[in-house]
C-alpha cells in the first residue's frame, strides 16, 4: 500500500466518520428524508456537472449501472435515511459507533452466507468487534437510549453490507465522478418518494444548519464517495475497507468536540475494542485475497 493509498484512505475515513455529527445538526433543524433527498439532489447535480465539465459522459456499462442504482437505493437512501430518521433521538457518537460495524457485519455474512475463509485472527476480530457493541450498547441503554433508532440503525447497516456484498463494479469503466453523481441523484429519487409518504416536511432556517447542509453535501456526500471509489480502485475493496478501523475514533472525536458528547470509560473501552476488532477483521480478510 502506497502513500497515496494511506492518504485517501485516511481522508475517506476523517470525511465518512464526519457525517454523523453534521447529520446530528441538521436533523435538530430539519425533516430528516426531506433534507437527506435535497442534499443528494444538490450533491448530484454538482457531481454531474463537474464530471460532464471533466469530459464524462453517463454512458455506463452494464456492472456500473447496476452499482449505480443498487448504491443509490440501499446506500444513499435506505442506510442513510434510517440513520438520519433515528439521529434525531440518539447521539452522532453513538450512530457512528453502530455504521462502524459495517466491516465486521460483512465479514460475518461473507464467512456464514458466501463461503469466505475468515482465519482465526478474523474470528477473534468478529468476536472482539461484536463484544466492543455489546459493551457501549449496554451502557447506552441503561442510560436511557431509544430503542427504536437502535433498531432503526441496525438494519440501516444490514443494507449498507448488503450493497458492499452484492453491488461491485462501479470503480471500473471510467466516468467515476459521472457515476458518484448519478447514484446521489437515484437516492434523491428514491428518499423523493419516502418523504410524499412517510414524512411532512420541516425546515427551520439556521445558521447551523445553513453550514451542516452545505459541508454534508460538499464533504461527506460528494467527496468521500469519490474518495472511495478512487481508493478501490487503486487497492480493491477488501484493503480499502481496512481503513474503516478508524471511523469509530474519529467519529467519537469530532462529535464529542463540535456537540459536546460526553463519552464514558465503557464507551472509550468499547470504542477500541470494536476498532482493534475491525483491524484484525480486515487484515485476516486481506491475507485470503
Request: aromatic share 8%.
Given at each position: 500500500?502506497?502513500?497515496?493509498?494511506?492518504?485517501?484512505g485516511?481522508?475517506?475515513?476523517?470525511?465518512?466518520?464526519?457525517?454523523f455529527?453534521?447529520a446530528?445538526?441538521?436533523?435538530?433543524?430539519?425533516?430528516?428524508?426531506?433534507?437527506?433527498?435535497?442534499?443528494?439532489?444538490?450533491s448530484?447535480?454538482i457531481?454531474?456537472?463537474?464530471?460532464?465539465?471533466?469530459?464524462?459522459?453517463?454512458?455506463?456499462?452494464?456492472?456500473?449501472?447496476r452499482?449505480?442504482i443498487?448504491f443509490?437505493?440501499?446506500?444513499?437512501?435506505?442506510?442513510?435515511?434510517?440513520?438520519?430518521?433515528?439521529?434525531?433521538t440518539?447521539?452522532?457518537s453513538?450512530?457512528?459507533i453502530?455504521?462502524?460495524?459495517?466491516?465486521l457485519?460483512?465479514a460475518?455474512?461473507a464467512?456464514?452466507?458466501?463461503?469466505?475463509?475468515?482465519?482465526?485472527?478474523?474470528?477473534?476480530?468478529?468476536?472482539?468487534?461484536?463484544?466492543?457493541?455489546?459493551?457501549?450498547?449496554?451502557?447506552?441503554?441503561?442510560?436511557?437510549?431509544?430503542?427504536?433508532?437502535?433498531a432503526?440503525?441496525i438494519?440501516?447497516?444490514?443494507?449498507l453490507?448488503?450493497?458492499?456484498?452484492?453491488?461491485?463494479?462501479?470503480?471500473?469503466?471510467?466516468?467515476?465522478?459521472?457515476?458518484?453523481g448519478?447514484?446521489?441523484?437515484?437516492?434523491?429519487?428514491?428518499?423523493?418518494?419516502a418523504?410524499?409518504?412517510?414524512?411532512?416536511?420541516?425546515?427551520?432556517?439556521?445558521?447551523?444548519?445553513?453550514?451542516?447542509?452545505?459541508?454534508?453535501?460538499?464533504?461527506?456526500?460528494?467527496?468521500a464517495?469519490?474518495?472511495w471509489?478512487?481508493?478501490?480502485?487503486?487497492?480493491?475493496?477488501?484493503?480499502?475497507?481496512?481503513?474503516?478501523?478508524?471511523n469509530?475514533?474519529?467519529?467519537?472525536?469530532?462529535?464529542?468536540?463540535?456537540?459536546?458528547e460526553?463519552?464514558?470509560?465503557r464507551d472509550?473501552?468499547?470504542?477500541?475494542?470494536?476498532?482493534?476488532?475491525?483491524?484484525?477483521?480486515?487484515?485476516s480478510?486481506?491475507?485470503?485475497v
Open positions: 500500500m502506497d502513500l497515496r493509498a494511506i492518504g485517501l485516511l481522508a475517506f475515513a476523517l470525511m465518512w466518520s464526519s457525517a455529527t453534521s446530528r445538526i441538521i436533523v435538530a433543524d430539519a425533516s430528516p428524508l426531506f433534507a437527506l433527498s435535497l442534499r443528494y439532489l444538490l448530484g447535480l457531481g454531474v456537472a463537474i464530471a460532464k465539465a471533466l469530459g464524462q459522459n453517463w454512458n455506463l456499462t452494464r456492472a456500473q449501472w452499482a449505480t443498487g443509490g437505493i440501499l446506500q444513499n437512501a435506505v442506510y442513510l435515511g434510517l440513520f438520519f430518521i433515528a439521529m434525531q440518539i447521539e452522532a453513538f450512530a457512528a453502530i455504521a462502524s460495524t459495517m466491516p457485519m460483512v460475518l455474512a464467512w456464514l452466507f458466501m463461503g469466505e475463509r475468515l482465519g482465526r485472527l478474523g474470528i477473534a476480530g468478529l468476536i472482539a468487534g461484536l463484544a466492543g457493541v455489546a459493551l457501549i450498547m449496554g451502557t447506552r441503554l441503561t442510560q436511557g437510549a431509544d430503542l427504536t433508532s437502535i432503526i440503525c438494519i440501516g447497516v444490514l443494507a453490507t448488503i450493497a458492499t456484498l452484492t453491488v461491485r463494479g462501479a470503480s471500473s469503466g471510467g466516468n467515476l465522478l459521472m457515476v458518484v448519478l447514484q446521489m441523484l437515484v437516492g434523491c429519487a428514491a428518499l423523493t418518494i418523504t410524499l409518504v412517510f414524512e411532512t416536511p420541516r425546515l427551520t432556517p439556521s445558521w447551523p444548519l445553513a453550514i451542516a447542509f452545505t459541508y454534508t453535501c460538499l464533504v461527506p456526500g460528494l467527496t464517495t469519490w474518495v471509489f478512487m481508493l478501490v480502485g487503486r487497492i480493491g475493496a477488501t484493503r480499502a475497507a481496512t481503513f474503516h478501523f478508524l469509530p475514533f474519529f467519529g467519537v472525536a469530532i462529535a464529542a468536540v463540535l456537540l459536546g460526553q463519552l464514558g470509560p472509550v473501552l468499547g470504542v477500541a475494542i470494536i476498532a482493534a476488532g475491525i483491524l484484525a477483521v480486515q487484515i480478510r486481506q491475507t485470503k
